[in-house]
C-alpha cells in the first residue's frame, strides 16, 4: 500500500467513534467455498448450521464481490467495500517483471502492503475492544489483531508469540516449525485453527474474532454436492459447534453474536479452457519446461473469471485488438470484458490500480480457467485426482457464487428469513453489534435483522 493510501487509512481510523460496550463480543465465522444451496440441500449433513440459523436469522444468499475468490472477498466482508476500494485482487499482491516480461502473484505480504482502506478489527481495536484472528487472510503483521494466526504463507512464523507459546504448552499446536506445520493435513490444519478460536475465546473472551475454515479444497478435488463434499461440510459444522460450545464454556454466549457467512459460493466444471495455450500458440508467450512463463502476453486464472495482462506495454495498443479477436469465441469463454465495464462490477480500473488486469475472461458454465501454457489442447476434461472439478471466482451475478449467511445471538432477531444481501454490509453490521463507527464502509448495516435494545 502506498505511503498515501496509508496516511488516508490513519485519517479515518482517527474519525471512527469509540463509544462502545466492552460486554459486547462477535464471532465471525467464515466456511471457505460454502454456498448458499447448500443451507437448503437436504443432502447436507450441517444440524448446527440449521439449529443456529432456527435460533436467528438466516439469508437466501449473500451475494459476494468480483473476484469472487478467498482473500478479495474476506477483506470485504471486514471492510464494508469492495475490492476497487480496497485494492485486494488476488490472493496475494501481483508482482510485474517488466525485464522479464511476466506476472505471478506473491502472497507473502503484509495486511499494509495489501489493505488500503480500515478493518473492523482496525476499528474495534482502536476503541480499545479485545481481537483475534484465526487464519484470517490479509492479516500479517496486523498490529490491530491482540491474538493472531494469519492466513498466510509460513503462518506459523508470524502467529503472535504469545498465542504460539500458550497453544504449544496446551498441545493445542503440536509443532513448533513451518516446516512441520507443512507436513500436517488439511484436516488437522482445520482442526488446529479450531482449536485455536476455543482456546481464544475460553482464555481472553475477545470482543471480536474471526475465524476462517471450510470446505473449499475439497469442493476444489472432488466438487460440491458429492460425497466427499457433504463430508467435509459435516466437519465445518462440527467446528462451528466446537465454538459455540467455547463460548458458552467461556459464559459469555449470552453476550455474543455469532456470523456463519462464506467468502464465495461453489460450481461444478466439467472442463478446463487454457488461455496461455492459445498465447503460446499465437507466439505471444513462452513456456519453459519449468511452467515458467514469459511473454507480451499473459493470463492469470482466478477460476471462473481470468485476467489478461500486456507484459510489453509497448506493444500493448497493438496486441489489445488481436487478443480480444483470439479469445471471443473459443469454446468455454463467454466474453472478453474490457475495462470501461470494471466499475459496474466493483473492480478498480487500470489507470487506478496498476495490479488488474488489461482484460478480464468470463468462463461459460462448465468451464473453468486453467494457468498453464503446455501441451496442444487449449480446452480439456476436468478430472478427478489431476485437476479441479470445482472452481469459484465466476462473475458475482452467477447465483451459485451467493455465500451463506446466519447469524444468531445478542442483538439479532429470532427466526427470520432474508432475501439475498450483499457483502459490505457484513462489516457495519458488525460495527452497530459493537457499538462503534464504520464510516468508510459502502454497505449499510443490516438493520431489519438486528433486534432493539
Not at 33 to 38: I, K, M, R, S, V
Not at 397 to 411: D, E, K, L, T
Request: net charge negative; with cysteine.
Amino acid at each position: 500500500m502506498k505511503a498515501s493510501s496509508a496516511l488516508l487509512l490513519a485519517t479515518i481510523l482517527s474519525a471512527c467513534s469509540t463509544t462502545f460496550a466492552d460486554d459486547r463480543h462477535v464471532v465471525l465465522i467464515t466456511l471457505d467455498g460454502f454456498p448458499a444451496y447448500l443451507f437448503s440441500d437436504p443432502r447436507a449433513p450441517i444440524p448446527t448450521l440449521r439449529k443456529l440459523a432456527a435460533e436467528g436469522v438466516w439469508a437466501e444468499g449473500m451475494r459476494v464481490s468480483n473476484p469472487s475468490i478467498t482473500w478479495p472477498n474476506h477483506t470485504t466482508l471486514v471492510t464494508g467495500v469492495t475490492p476497487a476500494k480496497h485494492s485486494v485482487l488476488f490472493n496475494g499482491v501481483l508482482v510485474r517483471d517488466p525485464e522479464a516480461r511476466r506476472v505471478m502473484i506473491d502472497p507473502a505480504r503484509d495486511q499494509a502492503d495489501l489493505v488500503a482502506v480500515p478493518t473492523i478489527l482496525d476499528i474495534a481495536h482502536k476503541a480499545g475492544l479485545a481481537t483475534a484472528g484465526i487464519n484470517w487472510p490479509c492479516t500479517r503483521n496486523a498490529a490491530s489483531i491482540d491474538d493472531n494466526f494469519p492466513d498466510v504463507p509460513g503462518q506459523i512464523d508470524f502467529m503472535t508469540p504469545r498465542l504460539k507459546e500458550e497453544l504449544r504448552a496446551d498441545g493445542v499446536l503440536p509443532v513448533a516449525t513451518q516446516q512441520e506445520w507443512a507436513k500436517l493435513s488439511s484436516p488437522q490444519w482445520e482442526g488446529i485453527w479450531t482449536e485455536a478460536a476455543c482456546y481464544v475465546i475460553r482464555h481472553r473472551k475477545p470482543n471480536l474474532l474471526l475465524l476462517h475454515i471450510g470446505p473449499d479444497a475439497v469442493h476444489h478435488s472432488y466438487g460440491p454436492q458429492t460425497m466427499a463434499g457433504y463430508t467435509a461440510c459435516a466437519l465445518a459444522d462440527r467446528e462451528v459447534r466446537d465454538v459455540l460450545t467455547a463460548l458458552g464454556d467461556a459464559g459469555i454466549w449470552g453476550q455474543t453474536t455469532v456470523i456463519v457467512t462464506a467468502d464465495h459460493g461453489f460450481a461444478g466444471n466439467k472442463k478446463l479452457v487454457e488461455p496461455n495455450v492459445l498465447l503460446r500458440k499465437e507466439g505471444l508467450l513462452n513456456a519453459a519446461p519449468t511452467g515458467l512463463i514469459t511473454g507480451q502476453v499473459q493470463v492469470i486464472s482466478e477460476g471462473g473469471t481470468a485476467f489478461v495482462y500486456f507484459n510489453d506495454p509497448q506493444a500493448a495498443s497493438q496486441l489489445r485488438d488481436k487478443v480480444i479477436k483470439l479469445f471471443q469465441g473459443q469454446e468455454g469463454i463467454a466474453e472478453v470484458i474490457i475495462p470501461d465495464r470494471y466499475p459496474s462490477l466493483g473492480l478498480p480500473s487500470p489507470d487506478k490500480n496498476p495490479h488488474i488486469g488489461e482484460l478480464l475472461l468470463a468462463a461459460q458454465d462448465g468451464y473453468a480457467f486453467g494457468g498453464i501454457a503446455t501441451g496442444e489442447d487449449a480446452v480439456r476434461p476436468a478430472v478427478i485426482g489431476v485437476s479441479m472439478v470445482g472452481n469459484h471466482g465466476y462473475l458475482n451475478s452467477n447465483p451459485m457464487m451467493n455465500a451463506v449467511f446466519i447469524a444468531a445471538g445478542r442483538g439479532i432477531l429470532k427466526g427470520k428469513s432474508i432475501g439475498v444481501i450483499d457483502n459490505t454490509s457484513v462489516a457495519p453490521t458488525i460495527a452497530a453489534l459493537l457499538g462503534v463507527q464504520m464510516p468508510s464502509a459502502e454497505g449499510a448495516p443490516l438493520s431489519d435483522i438486528l433486534a432493539k435494545e
